[in-house]
């Protein structure tokens, strides 16, 4: 299986900045692309951004220009620079991994998710 662990999170305060990190580690044959989402409470998980192992990136419209991804994934490194904090950013944020393993198909594998708050 693959595992994620996130880290980076925590507490700013409006218009600061969070780097968030993720590494993947398991069995894994190949990755096709990984990306972060988030959940937000009593809201559904959506999408912040992604990028493929050719190196394509994709944005959420509300975190274009402030959030940029980047990362290794043939090393399966993740990471996503968070400037300009909103307190609508307030989230447990996700890392996410298209990978496959022996035996499977290609599949969503998800971390844990670290916390993101965004307060004065």
């Known amino acids: 299986q693959v595992q994620l662990v996130e880290s980076g999170g925590g507490l700013v305060q409006p218009g600061g900045s969070l780097r968030l990190s993720c590494v993947a580690s398991g069995s894994i044959i190949t990755i096709n692309a990984m990306g972060w989402y988030r959940q937000a409470p009593g809201k559904e998980r959506e999408l912040v951004a992604t990028i493929t192992s050719g190196g394509s990136t994709n944005y959420a419209d509300s975190v274009k220009g402030r959030f940029t991804i980047s990362g290794d994934i043939a090393k399966k490194m993740l990471y996503l620079q968070m400037n300009s904090l909103k307190p609508e950013d307030t989230a447990v944020y996700h890392c996410?991994?298209?990978?496959?393993?022996?035996?499977?198909?290609?599949?969503?594998?998800w971390g844990q998710g670290t916390q993101v708050t965004v307060s004065s």
């Open positions: 996410n991994a298209k990978a496959r393993v022996p035996l499977t198909r290609l599949s969503d594998y």
